[in-house]
């Protein structure tokens, strides 16, 4: 049989028992990873063996992330049409260069960044590339930002290098996520440069403490905290950043989905203003990973960043993605971006955000009768929340995680641990909701039990 015949069974039963299955593995499957710990083989094995070894093993040792019931990090599922373009994408093998290396590649990647931006509301001359995640994004953006905000001032990066270069400050929240702190770094910026502002109890950016902004500046700004959902004050903040020559990169990772509901927008209202924005598709479009988009206003000087020329990748179209973005090599993303919008249309994406944010205040509801704290305005798909008995909550998040039937993590919020829950999947139904209520309120009735 061929391995792709195999490899496709072996995709359809996992899918189809995807809803049964434990969200986190059990001891069992965990130790069955065993399995896999041999010497490196001096010959090979049939193929067949080699990818049932891979279900028989793996499978069961996987978390179920697209079965509904995972509330951790931010994660979506993915939806049938992405997941099937993701399986067609690998038998394509694709070299998503340019044009001349893949046809299909440059065009789904046009039109799934044009539909990228109708859906996020963005300006329609910015450049949509498609990078690993939001993390890449912030990386590509800042770097075009800096790129000009130098060439603005007349200092010439690219020939000059960094160690003579003028001074550059970065304001940013407090509540900033570790990616963008991360991408500085790669950049080269230190903490020296970094203006943290204080953001207020839903994490966003207090505006009164924000420094006076100057043509050597990024402010980089959220659309939906990890934590609690909030997006800080865009129409306030971005007009008076950009009027004195400031750069404005928005981290919109999960939260700039809200966009795309007619409830919602109001929420991240005047983020089209900024030069650049990182979303990811493997978020809230539940795309499969890895899957994210960069998106930039000034695109020539995000190709003068990430130009790469030589006569064997000549080209005509100024805008391919060799010359947009950090990858030389790399995956054919806008293909599960084009599939997902192909399948859900505007009008699924705005249903997928507004259902994840209904379950998400209805999940709050429930836990603040099992005698939660809801820490958070639930504002979209976020909640968090903490037990006034701290050992309760950490005795209860263990045995939830350990009964299989949801998994959510701890966090931090304002000083306090708490539980976080995110509701990002196109998978999750209200039976999930209630499913996984039951759950936590089961763990603490046992963890009180045993108390006693
Ligand atoms: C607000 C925010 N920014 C950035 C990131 C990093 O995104 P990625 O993991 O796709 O690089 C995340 C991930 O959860 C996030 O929630």
Redesign the pocket.
Known sequence: MSAVKVASGIAYDYVSGIRNQRVFPDAEALAGLQNFDKPLPTTGTNCQQVLEQLHSYGSPATVATTGGRYFG??VGGSTPAAMGANIITSAWDQIALMEASSPIVSQLEKIAGRWALELLHLPSEAFVGFV???????VSALAAARHYLYQKQGYDLAEQGLHNAPELKVVLPEEA????LKALRLLGFGRSQFIFVPCDTQGRIIESAVPEFSDNMILVL?A???NSGSSDDFSALIPKAKKAGSWVHV?G???LWARASKKKSALVEGVENADSW?V?A??WLNTPY?C?MCIVRHKQALKEVMTTSAAYVETQDMWQAKDMLPEFSRRARAVEVWAAIAELGSQGIEELVDRCCLYAEMLAEGLESLGFNILNDVVINQVVAYLPDINLQRAMLQKVQQSGECWFGKTTWQGREAIRLSVSSWATTEDDIQRSLKAIARAIDEVKQQAN
């Not at 690993?132 to 912030?138: E, L, N, P, R, V």
């Not at 996520?177 to 963008?180: A, D, L, Q, T, Y």
């Open positions: 990090l931010v690993t995640g939001t993390t890449m994004a912030h996520h570790i990616s963008v959220q939906g905290n990890l981290d990772a999960f939260g990182a990811d493997h978020k890895d994210g």
